[in-house]
């Protein structure tokens, strides 16, 4: 039977506040084998029953099920719409309508009622305490509620309360943006929660990353001086009447009872000041002060529909030690990204102080030299009531570990959990396989990612750093789409990208970018230049790319093609004879063949930054071309051929030899195609050499590392692949999870063999830039490869490279038309191969070392050789063959 499994939109099963008719996708379900769409038919409506229709479009004979665009309805604001979908297929068979999908548009272009409100004055621009703000308001007379919505956004960080209960299950809003280009404002469904007669809402407000202490400056006020709410909440009458109630000069503020709050630092809360039923009825605040107006430029404000940062999830402790040095420390077994919540019982005036860490010393005591500056401190004073139950509200910490410094009474695990915090991505990668350090790598890859998505790709979650690194996010990008939905995240960055650009292209270290103009402690940027390294700057072309292929939707292309386009054009305009490189660049970032006290590696500056300039130019082009923008298709085409004869020619001797005899060097040149064909295989050789001088082990740094099993297997070096994958001993992925990691490590060896530390200045547990590996685990050892020509994965390549000695892998991605399964099982040369693949796509299924074929019902394998070639449809097939 034929249904639609899903409908979504914006690739999110709901949305709450857009801007514009979000792009609708649906995935499939059927009984048969090679099911293809033919024909579908869309509605909208504004009741779930589809009594009244907006619109609809017919029959529209089309196989596109993913990214459909609706251009004739004309939205309202503040109004909430449901959408379904039935589709035919080439079966014959026609779907009944689909579940329904649901959204609510925020404030389109209606103009912002209300102003940016604040209970701060001038004199408070260096205070990190947290403010309260309030309005009672009464409903109108004489009609019953239809639908209320409020919209609202903050300078700062925000919690929203109507009638005292929090709006919401999202914190840290409204999020890190480029505040002065881009504010992101959130809108919530308040229908059910109105009461009939009085009202209030109210808010908490924090310096977050707006006015509070940030970088490893330790600078702040970066966007402003002051804290403000903006709120506009729309009610409409089932009378057909509307009552606006928004931010003015008609609220009152106060302070809260928490005096601190620093994303770095921590937060005290001083319970004893708490004012209780503040932000309901009945509570008199004839003693709060007026609040300010605050100037902002209120057409920076845009819609968040989705991704918000929510608690994903709970942990418990693991143990309650007591280390040699006598301190109490909470482990809970994970290192992540959140917050501790605690139940305590006490007297007034009691506290609870924690002190949240990565790992312990070689002698197992607590060890927070590695979060330089940053407290990570909690202070709680206890009112002295019953049981009492906190958790921060305006911070967060990256830990394992948690010293408990102060706590009345006896510290049980009972009274501790972990709350883990990090944007709402729906998991969509799984790997599974027989050798269990492998399956804990891929935890690790996975549980860096939850610790450095907060909103932005920062590089780590515990220090006093947490910047969005673009070398870091444009290394994992690829890697953490495989493993979470991850369209909408970068999609909201890479804005902030685009805004900060400088006006001639020049793409910022850090986005959103609080560097420049700043002088950074440990390396300095501000003689070197804030902006335009190879590889990070990249992040401008590479990452846009890639939500394209993994997602096929050119909507993002479109947002980000000049600033794409103007990243390219800086590197032209800088280039000497096409090879590139600008003041400072962090080359291939604390690669293991740097020179002693060096955090840059040997592989020469002008080949890292043309490698990648040759590398953005030809993505750009394809873009072009993916855009139908034929004109600068041809131009940049053009340019990337010109690039690469030129690296050629540099870097290049006539015989043949790459002129830097480094792993990087030949790393990015093989995965790049830069290699003059005729020597590809004396670079694929000197490649390998260079591996095995170093035993097998990698000594590549940031930019190198990526992309090093891919450049051996695509060359026909799988088994060298996996040895450097499967190694144990420093330096290797295995090495970590061997030393008991559960993320990934900034350094090969942050913890050294003998339990000292690599560093305390630069050495982050939770670090997820070497996870990038977890790339190859889905493109090459379960073999899910995204076609350039069908992105999205409309067109699946399967080629699994098996080997490393293990006996299975199972993998799935969850992609935009469903699961892409690929399992794969060896006894003796018996190879068992088993494939599901989405309705509505096609796959072609690739195998190397093929001998005898087996079986392969359903699947028509041409072969030649010892590699095999079968163009599939949907549906679920086993291959078994001999290897040869």
């Known amino acids: 039977m034929l249904s639609v499994k899903k409908i979504t939109l914006d690739y999110e099963l709901s949305l709450s506040g857009v801007d514009n008719f979000p792009v609708i996708g649906w995935e499939i379900a059927s009984d048969q084998q090679s099911v293809k769409q033919i ?155 109105l009461q009939r007669d009085d009202n209030v809402i109210g808010a908490e407000l924090a310096a977050g990353w707006f006015k509070g202490d940030m970088g490893f400056t330790r600078d702040r006020n970066y966007y402003g001086e002051q804290t403000a709410l903006i709120c506009q909440l729309v009610i409409h009458y089932q009378d057909g009447t509307q009552q606006i109630v928004v931010t003015d000069d008609s609220w009152h503020g106060e302070d809260s009872p928490i005096l601190f709050s620093e994303i770095y630092d921590g937060e005290i809360c001083d319970a004893s000041l708490e004012r209780e039923g503040w932000n309901n009825t009945g509570y008199d605040a004839s003693y709060w002060r007026p609040v300010s107006l605050i100037p902002y430029d209120k057409k920076v404000l845009t819609a968040q529909s989705a991704c918000k940062v929510e608690k994903i999830s709970a942990l418990e402790p693991v143990a309650i030690i007591t280390t040699a040095q006598g301190d109490t420390v909470i482990d809970f077994g994970q290192n992540l990204s959140g917050w501790v919540e605690f139940k305590v019982s006490g007297k007034l005036g009691d506290k609870v102080i924690l002190r949240h860490f990565e790992t312990l010393d070689a002698e197992g005591n607590v060890y927070l030299d590695n979060l330089r500056s940053a407290k990570q401190r909690v202070e709680y004073v206890l009112k002295g009531d019953a049981e009492e139950v906190y958790h921060p509200q305006f911070t967060y910490q990256g830990f394992r570990y948690v010293k408990v410094e102060s706590y009345p009474g006896k510290i049980l695990p009972e009274n501790f959990r972990a709350l883990v915090l990090h944007s709402d991505m729906a998991h969509t990668g799984h790997f599974n396989c027989s050798n269990e350090d492998l399956n804990q790598l891929h935890h690790n890859i996975l549980w860096g990612l939850k610790g450095n998505f907060v909103d932005v790709p920062t590089d780590c979650p515990q220090r006093d750093e947490r910047l969005g690194w673009t070398g870091d996010a444009q290394i994992f990008c690829r890697t953490a789409s495989y493993l979470m939905h991850t369209r909408n995240f970068f999609a909201k960055w890479l804005r902030d990208l685009r805004h900060d650009q400088t006006p001639e292209g020049g793409v910022p270290h850090v986005v959103p970018d609080i560097l420049t103009g700043h002088c950074a402690n440990d390396i300095n940027l501000a003689a070197g230049g804030t902006h335009s390294a190879a590889a990070w700057a990249d992040a401008a072309v590479i990452n846009p790319w890639t939500m394209y292929l993994m997602y096929g939707d050119t909507r993002i292309l479109e947002n980000q093609y000049q600033s794409m386009k103007g990243w390219v054009d800086f590197m032209l305009t800088h280039s000497e004879n096409l090879i590139w490189r600008y003041k400072l660049q962090f080359g291939d970032w604390v690669a293991l063949d740097a020179k002693e006290g060096s955090y840059f590696g040997a592989t020469p500056t002008d080949l890292v930054c043309t490698a990648y300039f040759a590398h953005s130019t030809e993505l750009f082009s394809r873009a072009a071309k993916a855009l139908n923008r034929t004109e600068d298709f041809e131009r940049y085409s053009a340019l990337h051929q010109q690039i690469v004869q030129r690296f050629q020619d540099e870097f290049f001797t006539q015989s043949g030899r790459l002129a830097a005899r480094t792993q990087t060097a030949h790393i990015l040149a093989l995965y790049f195609n830069l290699v003059p064909e005729p020597f590809r295989e004396r670079t694929v050789n000197t490649l390998v050499e260079l591996l095995r001088e170093h035993d097998g082990h990698l000594v590549t740094g940031f930019v190198g590392t990526p992309y090093f099993c891919h450049a051996l297997s695509q060359n026909g070096r799988e088994r060298e692949a996996w040895e450097l994958l499967l190694k144990e001993d420093f330096p290797s992925w295995l090495y970590q999870v061997k030393a008991g990691a559960t993320t990934i490590w900034e350094h090969w060896d942050g913890l050294k063999p003998d339990g000292t530390m690599w560093s305390a200045d630069m050495n982050s547990f939770n670090h997820y830039a070497y996870g990038a590996v977890g790339e190859w685990l889905y493109r090459s050892v379960a073999g899910i490869e995204a076609d350039v020509d069908e992105p999205g994965f409309k067109h699946v390549i399967i080629e699994p490279t098996i080997g490393g000695g293990l006996s299975f892998v199972d993998a799935t991605y969850q992609s935009i038309y469903g699961e892409i399964a690929v399992g794969w099982k060896v006894l003796d040369e018996r190879v068992t191969l088993n494939v599901t693949v989405p309705h509505n796509t096609h796959a072609t299924i690739k195998l190397s070392s093929l001998g005898e074929l087996l079986s392969a019902q359903d699947v028509d394998f041409k072969q030649q050789g010892t590699s095999g070639v079968a163009n599939i449809g949907s549906g679920n097939y086993t291959v078994e063959y001999l290897r040869a």
């Open 39 to 193: 024909c579908y038919q869309l509605q909208v409506s504004h009741d779930k029953y589809f009594d009244v229709i907006l619109f609809d479009s017919g029959l529209i004979n089309s196989d596109a099920s993913a990214n459909v665009n609706i251009n004739d309805i004309l939205l309202h604001p503040s109004t909430r719409y449901f959408v379904r979908v039935r589709i035919n297929d080439n079966h014959g068979e026609e779907s009944p309508w689909s579940a329904v999908a649901e959204f609510i548009t925020g404030m389109m272009d209606t103009p912002w009622s209300g102003d940016f409100i604040s209970a701060e004055n001038s004199a408070d621009k260096d205070n990190s305490k947290v403010t309260l703000v309030r309005k009672p308001f009464s409903l109108n007379k004489g009609s019953a509620v239809a639908s209320a919505y409020l919209h609202v956004s903050a300078l700062g960080l925000y919690q929203f309360y109507l009638n005292g209960q929090k709006v919401g299950d999202d914190v840290l809003t409204p999020g890190w943006t480029s505040y002065h280009h881009h504010l992101l404002y959130q809108t919530y469904d308040l229908s059910e929660q």
